[in-house]
């Protein structure tokens, strides 16, 4: 109090905050919270504390240390698939900047096939050195301030862009900008970069970059899902083009919930049958199994309609 009222309630409260008065081997020592405060002190009210504390010795508390990180922060993602291992070393390796190449590389594959999963881990492997762009932002034309000041740019969903030439003449502006920096793009794309509904323009910048494709894990080939199409629409007895499109009607939900049902039983990997049918997850494949199992367990007709389906499977 004494010291409080010599140096002025003001500046006090600046570099008294936090601090206390011990009283060590028949002297005093003022522990301080800041080293900036132990500074300000000594500096400008040394006569002051002489003048209460006597030979008193100023002392900062110690930096609380840093949490330690957490382990595992960078692992490898868990993607599987044919080409998984590839993509992996492929971008680690262009993060990094270990090999010489492109400026901008492009992950492309099928929905529910790790790209979005790649990208982030791309970006927490650059840690501060990543500018995520909002594609979201560039599909709205609100572009002001997105050209990025950072050595790795990150698009995640390039196929939002799709038919939106304003917008992909923006994101064409923008890669020209980076590139002429020297810096580096990551983009990932639904689809092959030489899709239709993609300028020519991007399309050139997209090409004209390292492809890394990914696909998932067990990924049917149409053919054998098509045969499963065709004969969940022959036995449940609709349409078979209304099975890829969004018709809510009961009969066509209920046909589409079987061959998700039963390319499951057919051994195909949810994420894969996730993909094949343009899902962005596989949570409407577990849904599809659990209303199968409760029809089985109601109607032996189901069951034997649900066998018939998965017994024509690219897996059975």
Known sequence: MRLRERIGSRAADLWLDGARVV?????????VARPFAKQRLESRYAAELREVLGDVEVVSASAPEAPPRKPGRHAMPKVTGARAEFAVRALKAFVTGDRAGPSLLVLFGPPA??????????????????FRLDLARVRAGKSRGLVPRKPLTVGDGVEALAGREKAQRTLCTIIDAVQDRG???LFTLEGHP????????????????????VEAAGMPKPGGLDAMKDVAARLCGVERSLLEGGCRRRSVVEA????LAAATRAGIPPLAIAGAFGLRSAR???????WAAREEARDRRFAAILDEVARVGPGA
């Open 194 to 213: 030489s899709r239709e509904d993609l300028s020519p323009a991007l399309r050139s910048r997209l090409l004209g970059g390292l492809l890394v494709g």
């Open 23 to 31: 009283r060590k081997d028949g002297a005093f020592e003022l522990r």
């Open 113 to 130: 096939s790790g790209k979005s999963l790649l990208a982030e881990w791309a970006v927490k492997l650059a840690g501060s050195r990543a």
């Open 183 to 185: 810096d580096r793009l």
């Open 284 to 290: 409407p494949v577990a849904d599809a199994c659990e």
């Open 256 to 259: 589409r919930r079987t061959v």
